[in-house]
């Protein structure tokens, strides 16, 4: 099974300042024939539904703000917010869907510090 | 615009199985892999499992020896079945669109299911 995990497990970070989520696999989630990372970002806030970000590593979802950039290949991921916002505060995920079972990292909670 | 509304029991005891139902409004049915994942209070998420249209399905293996799908194409409705449960299996089940490359686009509401004696 992959595991994923994400550091830190939380962050507080000024208003218009950039955020940074880490997540690594424990094995490589490129596929090879396609060249495309089968990794997913989402956001989780309290009484919502998780809400997907970013898909194949750096593709970002339609109407989600461009703030929002994902890289990354292989083995190592990066969620990057460009100037955290104020409504950005939630608990993000990634998640590997290169094979079954499919998984996620433990969260990470973002703050305004 | 698609929508999945879910439904079921939330309040458990050990040893009884937890039944969801997740309707799909909008979009195909057919198109698409219809996946549960849960989130046990204060954790992460953790893939259940999924299913598609011609009821072809894949699990977590940690659940597998009581975890259930089953789809009603005819009413664009997929369902989950949990046996067995223990206070371990509380936690939100969340319904989710799986899209022909893997990520899950569109999420139901979420049901807290608790197991209590």
């Known amino acids: 099974d992959i595991v994923m995990t994400q550091s830190p497990d939380s962050l507080a970070v000024s208003l218009g300042e950039r955020a940074t989520i880490d997540c690594k696999s424990s094995q490589t989630v490129l596929y090879s024939s396609n060249n495309r990372n089968y990794l997913a970002w989402y956001q989780l806030k309290p009484g919502q539904p998780p809400k997907l970000l970013i898909y194949w590593a750096s593709t970002r979802e339609s109407g989600v703000p461009d703030r929002f950039s994902g890289s990354g290949s292989g083995t190592d991921f990066t969620l990057t917010i460009s100037s955290l916002q104020a409504e950005d505060v939630a608990v993000y995920y990634c998640h590997q869907y290169y094979t079954t079972p499919y998984s996620f990292g433990q969260g990470t909670k973002l703050e305004i510090k | 615009q698609v929508q999945l509304q879910q439904w079921g029991a939330g309040l458990l005891k050990p040893s009884e199985t937890l039944s969801l139902t997740c309707a799909v409004y909008g979009g195909s049915f057919s198109d698409y892999y219809w996946s549960w994942i849960r989130q046990p209070p204060g954790k992460g998420l953790e893939w259940v499992g999924e299913?598609?249209?011609?009821?072809?399905?894949n699990y977590n293996p940690s659940l597998k020896s009581r975890v259930t799908t089953s789809v009603d194409a005819s009413k664009n409705q997929f369902s989950l079945h949990l046996s067995s449960v223990t206070a371990a299996d509380t936690a939100v089940y969340y319904c989710a669109r799986k899209v022909w490359s893997g990520e899950l686009d569109y999420w139901g509401q979420g049901t807290l299911v608790t197991v209590s004696s």
């Open positions: 299913i598609n249209h011609n009821g072809r399905t």
